[in-house]
């Protein structure tokens, strides 16, 4: 019960975190469960679905093949539909029913690819954890099967990529042409998006590339074990603001970010819930513009990594955890998503908090889908002044 919802809507699970992560890479797409979770992941938590030819689908999974485990139906559903349309790999995701039958994810995807011949992976996604590991597990389950197994330093090219590009946090909005426009006009060649605006041949041909640039949460791991298996470094920040700390951390002998501090900045507290990388950011950025490091604090409100994480930086649990967070009295603006404002009580709200919303669409889904936030645009830059200084 601990995630229970009760004035918010349930935040996004894992299995829309890997449907998102595989949606534009041209491969098959199955959810096995009854309909629900996948009507769930295509109408709340997939802006670029509607008009969009990618092939997502429903196992169909009834009553009986839940209790039998009839999995050579699926196999044979799943084998008719690749024969149609030929994709570049099929994935296997799982929802709350198989995890609690058991249902073996990754042997039955071994099935499928015996049996189509097409490169397939079963992800044990289960509902229950947030988008951010459905994301790693199936950018990482999936480079483990397509692409190359090492890479030589000779191999290697001077292109970065972009890692946790996922509309969950950016929304279908121009972020993602956004950020690459910023790195390929400061003559940095982007190989790939991970994953939006990225394709299948240049997924495969990411793990050639020099450095890894990690914009949420969601591309952390990947990050990780790209670095491990490829020997790719990474840096870790959401371009924003024109992006200049980006770049400064990408190529730091070639550029510098140094604001100028901006005057009647506020002395109040502020907090900031949401993803943690997008969160941290904008923390940064307030601090270059002169803050005191000690007036903001980041609320984390999906999975967390201790790396990223400052003293005083805080998990948060659930919906009545960040309910307490917002009345308990230590803040006094609060940057989140709008349906989060909800949670402040009259009596708090009395006492004269600012709240300043920031649509995220794991959090309001598509309340505010259409309206996505452009990190990279002077409408950002006066929202962040305005949380600091009031104005």
Not at 233 to 257: N, Y
Not at 316 to 322: A, F
Request: aromatic share 8%.
């Amino acid at each position: 019960m601990s995630k229970l919802c009760i004035m918010l809507p349930p935040l996004a699970p894992d299995y829309s975190g890997a449907a998102s992560a595989l949606f534009e890479l041209g491969g098959m797409i199955v959810i096995h469960d009854a309909a629900g979770c996948t009507g769930n992941y295509t109408g709340y938590d997939e802006p670029r679905w509607l008009g969009s030819h990618t092939a997502v689908y429903c196992s169909g999974l009834r009553h009986m093949d839940a209790i039998l485990g009839n999995d050579d139906l699926l196999i044979e559903r799943i084998k008719k539909a690749a024969d149609s349309i030929k994709p570049n790999f099929i994935a296997l995701l799982g929802s709350p029913v198989p995890m609690v039958i058991g249902t073996d994810f990754e042997g039955v995807a071994s099935e499928i690819e015996h049996t189509c011949g097409i490169p397939s992976i079963g992800l044990s996604t289960r509902g229950l954890s947030y988008y951010g590991k459905g994301v790693n597990s199936a950018i990482i389950s999936l480079m483990k099967k397509v692409c190359p197994s090492s890479v030589s330093d000779n191999e290697k090219n001077d292109g970065i990529n972009i890692l946790g590009m996922t509309p969950l946090d950016f929304a279908k909005g121009p972020n993602a042409s956004d950020f690459v426009k910023l790195f390929e006009d400061n003559g940095i060649k982007v190989n790939c998006c991970f994953t939006m605006g990225c394709t299948f041949e240049e997924f495969k041909a990411s793990v050639k590339s020099r450095l890894n640039v990690v914009v949420s949460q969601s591309g952390y791991d990947t990050a990780v074990y790209m670095k491990e298996k490829y020997g790719i470094p990474f840096v870790v920040g959401t371009p924003m603001l024109m992006g200049m700390q980006i770049l400064a951390k990408s190529q730091p002998e070639k550029f510098s970010f140094n604001p100028k501090p901006l005057t009647n900045i506020t002395d109040k507290k502020i907090f900031i819930a949401g993803e943690q990388v997008i969160a941290n950011t904008i923390r940064e950025y307030f601090e270059a513009l002169g803050l005191s490091k000690e007036k903001a604090t980041v609320g984390i409100m999906f999975d967390a990594t201790k790396e990223l994480m400052r003293e005083g930086d805080v998990i948060v649990k659930d919906e009545k955890h960040l309910r307490d967070l917002l009345n308990s009295g230590k803040y006094q603006k609060v940057v989140a998503d709008p349906l989060v404002e909800q949670l402040i009580t009259k009596e708090t709200k009395e006492t004269g908090i600012e709240f300043y919303g920031l649509p995220h669409v794991a959090v309001s889904s598509k309340v505010y889908w259409d309206k996505p936030v452009r990190f990279i645009s002077k409408e950002f830059t006066s929202f962040i002044k305005s949380v600091i200084t009031g104005n």
